[in-house]
């Protein structure tokens, strides 16, 4: 029987919705910084004395990574007590967690604006910023571990996920970091090794946090408690694992290190997707023979992000043959297959979580704009993801033939022009969702703390 998400409680309402509020608005900052990167490909002059590319990119991209841990730590506190079946073990930490990230996020952003990079790709801010970042983590596992208590025996497979994901955070973060000892900066393939092992892996954690969302989701909206404990959900999630401590040789191609290593890497990292879309394949079917359908938003995202997942699949699947790959590494190939993968997958999936809680506190003009936005943002992505491609494919040809950047360049032009126009629609689709969930998690906050006062009945998504 279908089910209604319904939490018990009102305090981690709150907390839970800030998290998930704080998530949106990076989104909305991260769309709008690489609006402005991609019109810096066709006018390279746009704002280039006071906000320049060098800016822009890190912004977008740091602010897009904080979307995806900002949202899916949210909406595990929202999922965690009712797991648990109890409140969660520290209200207090979880203040603390949701103060100390928002100020990481705050000052990474103004330094970054300032022109301040003291860190590497994708974590460019001052290496201090990750002990504040550490401790917050550290409250976060803290309150996962007591509230939720996972005896992994037994235990269905999110739990093993959260579990996962929360701890390969931690020993990944601390490893990208590793540069500051000499022992790694003073060896330059042990440090472009280990920096890039550290992204990769991290890549996996927050995808092993998310899957969990996602299929604690799946379980609630079909109301089939053994999708968590079926051998071919923890083959998954085994894959997954393994995935994230061995998928990043694709990453060190410019090292010279075995391509064994990196074949085998990518060979896990695609068998993991299969794997996946396997799993979402059998709930859809079982979804569809369902006639109660009490969350049939929530599902449109699930199944948006299945077909993500078989595009990523099959472009990664191309761009993992190594006579492919040196070709299109470093291209407009590579920023299609990550965008693809934490636009078309990642937030499709958080999207589809949001969607789950709140979907009953939907009115239907608040429906009627998150459909139109979902099909938007789908539509313009595709073309989006198209041009990026179409560009990286120019480019590895013109490289190939040794042009000029100048003769590269007019080529390159018509699809970073359309790969513009098509992040404008976007900007628009997922805007549009945004606002509209905003709007609902504010006013359902608003009431939860009005609620708190007035000693008043709980709150809930139904
Ligand atoms: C949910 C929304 C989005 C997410 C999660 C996201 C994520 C990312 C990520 C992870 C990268 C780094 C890629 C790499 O290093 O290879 C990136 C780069 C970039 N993104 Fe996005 N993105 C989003 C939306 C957008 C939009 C709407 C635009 C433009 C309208 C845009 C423009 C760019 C540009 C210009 C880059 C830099 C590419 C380069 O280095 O040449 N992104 N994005």
């Not at 839970?16 to 910084?33: A, D, K, N, Q, T």
């Not at 979907?359 to 990026?388: C, H, P, Q, Y």
Request: glycine share 6%; proline share 3%; net charge positive.
């Amino acid at each position: 029987m279908l089910q209604h998400y319904n939490s018990n409680s009102m305090k981690q309402h709150t907390i839970g919705y800030r998290f998930i509020v704080l998530g949106f608005i990076c989104l909305l900052l991260s769309i709008s910084f690489g609006l402005i990167a991609s019109l810096q490909y066709i006018f390279p002059n746009l704002l280039a004395d006071r906000l320049s590319f060098q800016q822009t990119r890190p912004l977008h991209v740091f602010l897009a990574v904080n979307w995806i841990f900002a949202c899916v730590t949210g909406i595990m506190y929202q999922y965690m007590p009712e797991v648990a079946g109890k409140q969660l073990y520290s209200p207090l930490f979880a203040k603390v967690h949701f103060g100390l990230m928002s100020l990481t996020i705050l000052i990474a952003t103004v330094g970054f604006s300032m022109g301040s990079f003291s860190g590497r790709e994708y974590l460019e801010f001052p290496p201090w910023v990750t002990i504040i970042i550490i401790a917050y983590w550290v409250l976060f596992c803290i309150n996962f571990l007591r509230t939720v208590n996972p005896k992994l025996k037994g235990a269905p497979v999110y739990i093993w996920s959260w579990s996962v994901g929360l701890i390969f955070f931690l020993i990944t973060i601390v490893e990208a970091h590793l540069w500051l000892l000499p022992f790694f900066n003073d060896n330059i393939i042990r440090d472009v090794t280990v920096q890039w092992k550290a992204n990769g892996s991290m890549v996996g954690a927050w995808n092993m946090l998310i899957y969990g969302t996602a299929m604690f989701a799946m379980e609630r909206i079909t109301g089939k408690k053994e999708i968590g404990h079926q051998k071919t959900s923890f083959a998954f999630f085994f894959l997954g694992l393994t995935n994230l401590m061995f998928n990043w040789g694709h990453h060190t191609y410019i090292v010279p290190a075995s391509p064994v290593v990196k074949e085998v890497s990518y060979i896990i990292s695609m068998t993991e997707l299969i794997l996946f879309v396997n799993i979402i394949m059998k709930w859809k079917k079982g979804l569809l023979r369902d006639a109660n359908d009490t969350n049939p938003l929530a599902k449109r995202f699930f199944m948006s992000a299945d077909r993500w997942i078989l595009l990523n699949l099959a472009l990664a699947i191309a761009i993992s043959v190594p006579y492919i790959n040196q070709y299109t590494h470093g291209t407009q190939i590579t920023v299609a297959h990550a965008m693809g993968a934490t636009i078309g997958i990642n937030t499709t999936l958080l999207l589809a979580s949001v969607t789950f809680i709140f979907e009953n506190k939907l009115k239907d003009i608040g429906k009627k704009i998150i459909i139109a936005g979902l099909r938007t943002m789908n539509v313009s992505l595709l073309l989006f993801w198209a041009s990026l491609i179409a560009a990286g494919i120019i480019r590895s040809i013109a490289t190939q033939q040794n042009e000029y950047f100048s003769v590269m360049t007019p080529k390159l032009l018509p699809y970073l022009r359309s790969f513009s126009v098509f992040g404008v629609f976007l900007v628009i689709g997922i805007m549009a969702m945004s606002f509209t969930y905003l709007r609902v998690i504010i006013g359902a906050d608003r009431h939860s703390v009005k609620d708190e006062i007035g000693q008043s009945v709980p709150v809930t998504s139904q």
